[in-house]
């Protein structure tokens, strides 16, 4: 390949890559700080395919939701940066407000 090719072909991959925040928190996490897919995943006893797999982006059929005790290990490693709620898309994580009931008024 020569290097026009690769420089075309660098742009074009980047430009189809999603856009951070419509991943969970922990890919933007570990990319900012250099790390390799499997350096992450050794550090949890897993593989490179199930760090690619709890990272894809929110919508992508093949995402996966680490389980509780991955979530746990993965919130305590990053200390508290990544959290429970940042497994889902951030509209999900959104407070939801409820309408005040009325003085006086309750369902029976």
Known sequence: MTSEASETHGAASQAAAPAPENRPKFWAYYRARGMERQEVADVF???AEWLRLITLPFGDPKRRTPSTDDIAAIHAWT????????????????????PAEPAGERAA
């Open 45 to 47: 006893g897993r593989t």
């Open 79 to 98: 200390r508290g940066e990544v959290g429970p709620a940042d497994w889902y898309p951030p509209e999900l994580s959104e407070p939801v407000s409820s």
